[in-house]
Every structure is written in structure tokens, then in C-alpha cells.
């Protein structure tokens, strides 16, 4: 089965983990191939300004496929060198295609995400919860450890002492104490998790889609960067802004006292 299903509408982009069956596994030959292709066709279409990631069925994500693990077969079978290849081949990929996405992604998680799969949603710029959710980074448990740059995404989210209870116990966390820690910014209702990120999208996609995408890199370049570095890049990035029509259409909805409408101009 293929792994995302991919719907656009009103410049939101919905990408749906689509395993249900099996809690929406990770890893299966071609899923880094189908990561970029959609995350490199949503960068390329300045109509979409906003992503949600979400899973179907009772999971977001149970991350890595245990039944693969198993019988070492696919991304977890070979020698060292072949099974370290899969890994940088195929679910660094998937990584790597979330993390490149230029407009500002919403994780909406329905379920248990744990393992690979919270570290897909803490890719996300935005985390909201179903009640039914559940985090856990559950690698050492079956004597392995994050092979996909957890230990370097968890900690920016919920801090360094928090993350190593996660990543040093195996621990599961609800979605209310994931809330309390910060890992995602808001619990829902189940039924009502794909509206309230639609609404939140929406939100999102009414801005100018070029200051939308300026200002996600300006956050990520600020992680790694000083803050002279971010003023002169910021200048940059502004002046840009200042050219722009929507710039002045902001201006003038905000003297008119009306909703601005953006172009993409």
C-alpha cells in the first residue's frame, strides 16, 4: 500500500500516513522516494502555504516496522554497511524531506506516535493532539538507539533533561503530559482533530505566501546562527518583502480596516 495519501484544497496541503492496518509503518522501500516527490512538489507550488501530517486509522505513527526488524528483511536486513545505507538511503530521506519543506507544517496527532514516528512530528513547526495520543522515543527498548537524528530533534523541543527520561527509560507519555512539557501546543477533542487543524492551517495560509516562507527559514537559520548573522539576514529578507504587492496590500487592509486578501504577489 502506498504510504501518503496526498490532498490539497485552499492552499493546504494534507498529507496522510496511510497504513492503517499496521499503525502507519516507516521504512518500506520507496517511502523516502515518496517523502521528497511530495514534499519537493509542495515547495515548488507557491499555492500551497500551509501542510498538515496526520495518520489514518488509531495511530499517527508506530515508527520503525518490528516485523521487518524481525526477519530482517528491507531497510533491516544485510551487513552493517547495507543496513546503515538504508538508513541514510530511504528513512533519512523521509527525515530530510519534512525537514526541507519551505511552508510551515502542522502535525496533527491522532494516536500513538512513538519511535520514528514522534520524530516525524517533531519535525513539524506546529504539534496538536487528539486525547488519544501518545510520544515515545522507544528506541533502547529494542536494543537499538534513534538512527534518525532524534537525539538531535527531541532535545530542541522539550529540553536536554526531559528528552534523555524519554530517550533512557522508553517511556510513553500521554497526550496531557506531552502538552504539560511542551512537545505539542494544544489537546483536542478525537473527533475534532481535523478540523481544528484545518482551522489552524487556514489561519496560517491567509498570510503572504512569500513572507510565510521567509520567515520559517529566518527560524531555521536562527538555530545555528548568531544574532548578527539573523539581523543581516533579515535586512535581506525584508527588503524583499518591501517589494512585494502583498506587502502593500497588508498596508492598505490594515489602514481600510478590512481583511487583507494575499496573492502571492
Given at each position: 500500500m502506498s504510504l501518503l495519501q496526498i490532498v490539497k484544497a485552499d492552499h493546504i496541503a494534507t498529507l496522510t500516513l496511510n497504513r492503517p492496518d499496521s499503525m502507519n509503518p516507516l521504512g518500506a522501500a520507496g517511502d523516502g522516494d515518496a517523502f521528497a516527490a511530495a514534499c519537493d512538489a509542495i515547495n515548488a507550488d507557491m499555492d500551497v502555504r500551509c501542510v498538515i501530517l496526520t495518520g489514518a486509522g488509531r495511530a499517527f505513527s508506530a515508527g520503525g516496522d518490528i516485523k521487518a526488524m524481525k526477519e530482517k528483511t528491507g531497510n533491516f536486513g544485510g551487513t552493517a554497511p547495507e543496513i546503515a545505507d538504508g538508513y541514510r538511503n530511504n528513512i533519512h530521506k523521509i527525515l530530510r524531506a519534512l525537514y526541507s519543506l519551505r511552508v510551515p507544517l502542522i502535525a496533527a496527532v491522532n494516536g500513538p506516535a512513538i519511535g520514528l514516528g514522534c520524530d516525524l512530528a517533531c519535525l513539524a513547526d506546529m504539534r496538536i493532539a487528539s486525547e488519544k495520543a501518545k510520544f515515545g522515543v522507544t528506541f533502547l527498548k529494542l536494543g537499538i538507539i534513534p538512527g534518525d537524528g532524534g537525539t538531535w530533534i527531541l532535545p530542541r523541543i522539550i529540553g536536554e533533561a526531559r528528552a534523555a527520561e524519554l530517550f533512557y527509560t522508553g517511556d510513553v507519555i500521554d497526550a496531557g503530559t506531552a502538552l504539560d512539557w511542551g512537545l505539542i501546543s494544544r489537546v483536542v477533542d478525537h473527533d475534532a482533530l481535523l478540523d481544528e487543524a484545518r482551522a489552524l492551517a487556514a489561519k496560517v495560509a491567509a498570510m503572504p505566501p512569500h513572507a510565510l516562507r521567509q520567515a520559517k527559514n529566518l527560524m531555521r537559520q536562527g538555530r545555528s546562527t548568531t544574532y548578527d548573522a539573523a539581523l543581516?539576514?533579515?535586512?535581506?529578507?525584508?527588503?524583499?518583502?518591501?517589494?512585494?504587492r502583498d506587502h502593500m496590500e497588508g498596508v492598505d487592509a490594515l489602514m481600510e480596516k478590512r481583511p487583507p486578501k494575499f496573492t502571492g504577489d
Open positions: 543581516e539576514m533579515a535586512a535581506n529578507a525584508q527588503a524583499l518583502m518591501h517589494s512585494t
